[in-house]
């Protein structure tokens, strides 16, 4: 890891002080967080019943994503400003915190105004100059790991963001492309004991598209957590089967409370989530 300077990294392998990040005035780092909702914001009603759900359930924030960078520019491509207003609506409802995702730097500023946490998907992790934006900015930043990318890489992209002058960062491993394919990714649950070996930061765990099944999100759930995660980040989708993404592998919200129910119990035994 000799090309990483200071930023993330402890300053020596001794010093053990860890960084908290505050969105919206839930504390990451402390105890294992939830984030919970939708791939993708589709309409008023989906998002809001959602938000309801998941809160009800015991989530921490609210996720969904406004800017969806697909696969292929013929899927569906997000509501843009119309879904940041509708999640805007539903952390009225709910009292929520709002996680979303910036794909172009030149949104980076105004959608902070919607966002509580902001979003670097896997496929920008190395969008260097969207990184730097969100260096600028005064909103966390939730930076997922790049399906392709190395450890010492994603870090690298921390310290991007770190450098500029944004303290808030907060990693998410989320799977990365291996030759197996009986699951949409392989979920790197050693990374996040490295990163914790490695670097000051909260790191949070994506099951969803890590596995990309609603089978194994709760096994690997409890991997994260076992392994230190700070937290998760769940796709929750009143009618996966209407998704317009992501709906192979989102939990109905009569799952997700089951879910939560179970991590509960597990996470009370060991390290007392709430
Ligand atoms: C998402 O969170 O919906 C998403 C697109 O995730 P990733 O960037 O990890 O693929
Ligand atoms: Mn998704």
Known sequence: MKNLRLTSL????????????????????????MIAGPCGVESEKQTLTAAVAVKEAGADMLRGGAFKPRTSPYAFQGLG??????????????????????????????????????????????????????GRVK????????????????????????????????????????????????????????????THLPIIVDPTHGTGRPSLIQPMSLAALAAGADGLIVEVHPNPEKALSDGDQALTPAQFSQYMQLLNRFTGAVSGWK
Do not use: H
Not at 157 to 170: Q, T, W
């Open 10 to 33: 402890f300053a020596d392998g001794n010093v053990r002080a860890r960084s908290t990040v505050d969105v919206g005035g839930v504390i990451v780092g402390n105890r294992p967080i």
């Open 81 to 134: 400003v119309r879904g940041l207003k509708i999640l805007e609506k539903a952390k009225q409802e709910t009292g929520l915190p709002v996680v979303t995702e910036v794909i172009d730097p030149r949104d980076v500023s105004w959608v902070a105004e919607f966002a509580d946490l902001l979003q670097v998907g896997a496929r920008n992790m190395q969008n260097f100059s969207l990184l730097r934006e969100l």
């Open 139 to 198: 909103r966390p930043v939730l930076l997922k790991r790049g399906m392709y990318s190395t450890i010492e890489e994603w870090l690298n992209c921390a310290e991007y963001i770190l450098s500029e002058g944004n303290k808030d960062v907060i990693l998410c491993e989320r799977g990365i492309r291996t030759f197996e394919t009986y699951t949409r990714n392989t979920l790197d649950i050693s990374a996040v004991a490295a990163a914790k070996e490695l």
